[in-house]
């Protein structure tokens, strides 16, 4: 016997209906014309998975009638989070930035990472190799600006790389940078050296932009950025991400195909566009700024994913944000962990003195990885604790969030967030069906 699962829905529009399952991610677009599908579907509508012919139908979208699918959507979790194999890293060589965007809420000064705890870290990382093993590895470049410490960065890639040589381990790096302080040779560096993605911010068209995210002595870099951005695509042969995070307010829309055409123009496949409202984050221009209202911003965070699938471009970061363990934040992975500038392990990448009293969960002290557990276990069980929320047990997006949304803000507040755009969950994943379309078409 079979029912539908409860992560299970079915969303109507005008040319059929799209069928998808938060705990297992399929999705399947059924078309008006499809007659053979037409007694499948109905049968699903109405809860009776019995009389399902098609398999894949069954497999996506029912399960069998005794499981408790709350329990086995919690296993799931921690077996695949609560493994010691998969180590990450965020790390904050120093708190330095050449920008001065006006959002900004980093405290901006002259800290950089010692030699002495990046030493430290290496040798924390082999000795966690061989006392735990290691199958996936990776660390993201963070900051400040992380690239002004490009030498750090050299320093600890060529001695990993030189210890996993030849180990059975996948390791693999990353950045979250401003993208002006990029070479030619240090792209091609990157690139031989396992870097594989990279988060680089463009604000819309070069005004908005400019205004936004000038140089700390006021100059524009809209045309600095995107020429790094041309010299990373014509590395032909290689296979990497790049994400071009877009934050945005009201003034971003007028100009935003600007940067869409001169993304379709230069760029190809591999460059990806990411959509974020600007907030109040905590800086010195917050009350300053002019921001998207909370109600609405999944609404406009839609029609800009929109906008740039008419240009074929691929908002790829926002609809994977809904499919299975993609919402639960870095900050309660298990076996990741931020360091910072001080050489102190947190959980959030932000340095603090009052976040700090439960973000700093660990240290490199003794050359090993150790930390607090109880500290620890704030951050990585769902909800903060054995037990989960009736609400989230109910949720129908447990299996994407876990109740892992934010664990800081859950910490600081004693409950949890749970994520906004939620509710435009269908109309997101419709997007992702049209720009599949859009490019089986252009093929």
């Known amino acids: 016997m079979l029912k539908i699962s409860k992560y299970t829905v079915i969303h109507e529009v005008e040319d ?84 001065r965007c006006k959002y900004c809420y980093q405290e901006h000064g002259k800290k950089v990472i010692s030699d002495e705890n990046i030493d430290k870290f290496i040798k924390a990382i082999k000795n966690y190799y061989y006392d735990h093993g290691l199958k996936d590895f990776y660390i993201e470049w963070f900051g400040g600006e992380p690239f002004i410490s490009f030498d750090i960065i050299k320093k600890v890639t060529d001695n990993l790389n030189s210890f996993f040589y030849g180990k059975n381990v ?17 792209i091609e560096y990157l690139l031989n050296n396992q870097f594989d993605f990279f988060q680089i911010t463009i604000d819309g068209d070069k005004e908005t932009h400019n205004s936004n995210r000038p140089l700390s002595d006021g100059r524009p870099t809209w045309n600095i950025i995107f020429d790094n951005l041309k010299t990373f695509n014509s590395f032909k042969e290689f296979d990497f991400h790049i994400s071009i995070r877009v934050n945005y307010n009201n003034e971003t ?28 984050w905590g800086g010195e221009n917050d009350e300053a700024l002019d921001v998207i209202d909370y109600s609405i911003e999944p609404y ?75 500290k620890w276990s704030r951050f990585v069980l769902p909800n903060g604790k054995i037990e989960l929320e009736n609400k989230c047990k109910e949720c129908i997006n447990l299996p994407v969030c876990f109740a892992q949304n934010c664990p800081k803000s859950r910490i600081i507040n004693g409950n ?28």
């Open 253 to 280: 829309f007028a100009g935003i195909n600007e940067l869409f055409d001169a993304i379709k123009d230069n760029l190809d496949s591999r460059f990806t566009v990411f959509f974020h409202t600007i907030g109040k």
């Open 16 to 99: 059929g209906v799209l069928l998808y399952n938060m705990k297992n991610g399929a999705q399947i677009f059924v078309n008006n014309e499809e007659e053979k599908l037409k007694g499948d579907l109905l049968s699903l509508k109405k809860k009776d998975c019995d009389n399902i012919e098609n398999d894949i139908f069954k497999k996506a979208f029912c399960v069998p009638d005794d499981i408790d699918e709350v329990q086995e959507v919690m296993a799931s979790y921690y077996k695949q989070m609560f493994d010691p194999t998969n180590l990450s890293f965020i790390i904050m060589p120093n708190n330095i930035c050449n920008f």
């Open 300 to 374: 406009t965070t839609v029609m800009l994913m929109e906008e740039a699938i008419k240009k074929g471009i691929e908002p790829l970061t926002n609809y994977n944000y809904y499919n299975p363990f993609k919402r639960v934040c870095y900050a309660g992975l298990p076996y990741h962990f931020t360091l910072g500038s001080d050489g102190k392990l947190r959980k959030c990448n932000e340095e603090d003195e009052e976040l700090d009293k439960f973000n700093v969960v660990g240290t490199i002290e003794n050359e090993r990885i150790e930390f607090n557990l109880y």
């Open 416 to 443: 949890n967030r749970c994520p906004n755009d939620f509710i435009v969950t269908s109309e997101v994943l419709m997007n992702k069906y049209n720009y599949m379309i859009k490019s089986i078409r252009r093929k």
């Open 170 to 186: 996948r390791y693999h790096y990353g950045a979250t940078t401003n993208g002006s302080l990029f070479s030619k040779d240090q």
